[in-house]
């Protein structure tokens, strides 16, 4: 969406001089890849109980996210799958306020046609010759890339698995090379890997947290939004028991 297009709607929160407030005003969210599907859930809630306001959602890898704001891209709220990016741009004087909102965690899934058990084998299920090639998020833009990783070399087997792992974009992507068949494994967020399409398709294997950093996730509100009162009211909602609530059905825990 365009530059003016997000201003615009930020813009008539503070009011014309002799023009009433006839739309609603649009708050723009950038959105790390796992919350896709929730963060949708979330509008819906938000907005039924805001008339006023409309959120704007765009889906990236947080550190993808993160250079764009570093650009200037006219955000209002950014939602890390991290604390690290929403510091990086505090210490970098964007932000306005900064809040942990989540606590993700990692999935091990395996595609259910191919007769394994990774909740009986494990990490060992991946030697299987039936896995090709292994999906995630690419660590090195988007946080549950790198807590893949994290898992892999803290069980000692990254080195072993590295040649047939296929990075995406975020851990969205990742889950859509699942579905897609382009990978028969891949390291995805839980709340992903409880997609229906995923879930009915594949096996679940839940990643001991003691393997990665704990995936805390933060979100800010920018300096640079001019629509700084409705961006709050989503933050509220979004750290509040409704907003809570969403994110524990979608496997998410307390931040």
Known sequence: MKLHAFLLG????????????????????????????????????FEAGHPGIQ?????????????????????????????????QLQKAGLVQALFPYTTGSLTLWVRKDLALDP????????????????????????????????????????????????????????????QAGTAEAGLVSATQANNPALRQTGELWPVSADTYPPLRQAGVILRRSLCPGQAQAFQAF?????????????GYSKP
């Not at 739309?23 to 809630?45: F, H």
């Not at 709220?77 to 990016?85: M, Q, R």
């Not at 995630?136 to 946080?143: D, F, G, K, S």
């Not at 979004?238 to 979608?250: C, D, N």
């Open 10 to 45: 930020c813009a008539l929160a503070l009011g014309l001089p002799g023009q009433a407030q006839t739309q609603p005003v649009q708050v723009a969210v950038a959105a790390a890849g796992d919350l896709r599907g929730v963060l949708e859930e979330l509008k819906t809630g």
């Open 55 to 87: 959120l704007q959602l765009s889906f990236g890898a947080s550190g993808s996210l993160t250079a764009q704001i570093l650009q200037g891209a006219p955000f209002d709220v950014f939602l890390s799958a991290d604390e690290g990016f929403p510091q």
């Open 119 to 178: 909740a009986r084998d494990g990490w060992q299920v991946l030697f299987s010759p039936k896995i090709k090639k292994i999906a995630t998020a690419n660590p090195q833009v988007a946080p549950y890339g790198r807590a893949a990783e994290a898992a892999l070399r803290r069980v000692g087997i990254y080195d072993r698995v590295q040649p047939r792992l296929v990075f995406a974009d975020n851990i969205a992507q990742a889950a859509q090379f699942l």
């Open 238 to 250: 979004l750290t509040g028991p409704a907003g809570q609530a969403v994110l524990a059905r979608h």
